[in-house]
């Protein structure tokens, strides 16, 4: 079993910046990757962005280039910073960590709240 604990996170102005961040303990042994995904008002949860063991990192289009997801290995905790923050970044913010079967543990959730 493996548990997150996610901290960061609150209300900015657009333009503004916040990070979250995410840390892993239990069986780390079973992830391959981490991620972030977020789920705003009515829509589904999509991913945000992830990064592998190896530290390879996969953004989704619309945060490329404002978003960066970083690891701290010696503290098994994974990085969220958000920069350039627009309204459309509001949402619920959920750390995941990947397994053998897919995206099976998942933090308890950070509202990110950007306003105008």
């Known amino acids: 079993q493996v548990h997150l604990v996610q901290s960061g996170g609150g209300s900015v102005q657009a333009g503004g910046s916040l990070r979250l961040s995410c840390a892993a303990s239990?069986?780390?042994?079973?992830?391959?990757?981490m991620g972030w995904f977020r789920q705003a008002s009515g829509k589904q949860r999509s991913l945000v962005g992830s990064i592998t063991n190896g530290g390879s990192t996969n953004y989704a289009d619309s945060v490329k280039g404002r978003f960066t997801i970083s690891r701290d290995n010696a503290e098994n905790t994974v990085h969220l910073q958000m920069n350039s923050l627009n309204v459309e970044d509001t949402a619920v913010y959920y750390c995941?960590?990947?397994?053998?079967?897919?995206?099976?543990?998942w933090g308890q959730g950070t509202q990110v709240t950007v306003s105008s």
């Open positions: 995941s960590a990947r397994g053998p079967l897919g995206w099976a543990w």
């Open positions: 239990g069986s780390i042994f079973s992830i391959n990757a």
